[in-house]
């Protein structure tokens, strides 16, 4: 399966590869636009013929609009759905986000350089030789036939690459001042404290059947032949999947299972047999096996450095979020459209 990136900002994970598996495919480029708003664009100027809009001086070929689309059409085929009309909603909507994806990277590409931010041919085939080796056993008939399936060539999936990077290193640029103070992380703590609290715990095994009349035979039997004979009757009998085949053993949390299961389960003595026990599953018989583990809280020590490491992308998250949002602000007045390829509320302008 082959992996791919977006254009957009690295997801909540960080910078990584996403997965491939459609190839740049249209319909996964709402994800890429996650934070970003339509620009307005101006209506002063001349857009060249063969351009769908101009970025700052930088014109967006029709060429690259119709490669999107061609691989949105082939992502449809391979899903077996028809891919939309011409001049119909959904086909505009496909349109507009491929348009405003191919602004998007071009604001990134211009911002990169401002920057400082420079992506080799070298850093390029790094990351598609680690994509072949990873995904393909760098099998290059494999590779091929991917792009194949899919509608792209290897010259396509270069330049996705190296906008990917681009992304990737505005990311850590825009959030490498980002820090967390120990105070946010214990303020943190107190605040979802429930989060890092284990309740009593005991190591149980039952039989569920459907009806009394069974659940009272097994109690008979489990009675005069003790725990000898617990896990095979569970085996044969049990009509629960999660622990049928452990011979009814199971860990329960205090009040995570049924009241009437969850009673027996914390007050009978360890290895006695319950008389058979009704709940909205059916019949139980329960012996506990341990006895009870005593509910507990993580202490923070413990969890600091996971609490760290989430507010740390969060907030790493958060500026780029307000960067692309500045960035959007700052191209809206420097991006001129086609006529017929802007934004509905886009003035657009002629040839």
């Known amino acids: ?83 939309p009309k011409a001049g119909t909603p959904e086909y505009t909507a496909l349109q507009t986000q491929a348009i405003t994806f191919l602004v998007q990277r071009s604001e990134f590409a211009q911002e990169a350089k401002k920057l400082g931010i420079k992506v080799t041919d070298q850093q390029v085939e790094a990351r598609l030789d680690q994509i072949k080796k990873q995904y393909f056993k760098s099998d290059p008939k494999k590779y091929q036939a991917q792009l194949a399936q899919q509608g792209l060539t290897d010259s396509q999936v270069r330049d996705d690459l190296r906008a990917q990077l681009v ?42 059947v459907k009806n ?9 039997a489990l009675r ?4 000898a004979t617990f896990a095979v009757l569970a085996k044969r009998y049990s009509q629960d999947p999660g622990s049928k085949n452990t011979g009814g053993k199971l860990t329960v949390s205090k009040g995570q299972t049924v009241p009437p299961f969850d009673l027996a389960a914390f007050t009978l003595p360890t290895r006695s047999i319950s008389t058979p026990i009704k709940t909205q599953y059916g019949w139980h018989v329960i012996q506990p096996l341990s006895g009870i ?59």
């Open 1 to 83: 399966m082959l992996y791919w990136p977006s254009a957009g900002p690295p997801n909540h994970h960080g910078p990584g590869i996403p997965p491939m598996r459609h190839l740049r495919p249209l319909l996964i480029l709402t994800a890429a636009l996650a934070l970003v708003a339509a620009g307005c664009g101006g209506s002063s100027g001349n857009v060249p013929s063969d351009a769908v809009g101009v970025v700052n001086g930088q014109p967006i070929s029709k060429s690259s609009l119709d490669q999107l689309l061609t691989q949105a059409k082939v992502t449809y085929k391979n899903q077996k759905r028809a891919f």
């Open 212 to 220: 009394r009349a069974l659940a009272l035979k097994l109690y008979a």
């Open 293 to 351: 583990r005593p509910a507990r809280t993580t202490p923070l020590k413990d969890v600091k450095a996971s609490i760290s490491q989430q507010l740390l992308q969060t907030q790493r998250n958060a500026a780029m979020t307000a960067w692309v949002s500045n960035v959007k602000k700052k191209y809206d007045k420097k991006t001129r459209y086609q006529v017929g390829y802007g934004p509905a509320t886009t003035a657009t302008t002629t040839t």
């Open 167 to 208: 992304s990737e290193a505005i990311f850590n640029k825009v959030a490498a001042k980002t820090k967390v103070t120990d105070k946010q992380i214990s303020d943190y703590y107190a605040k979802n404290k429930s989060q890092y609290s284990q309740p009593q715990s005991r190591d149980v095994r039952h039989i569920l």
């Open 224 to 227: 005069a032949n003790k725990g």
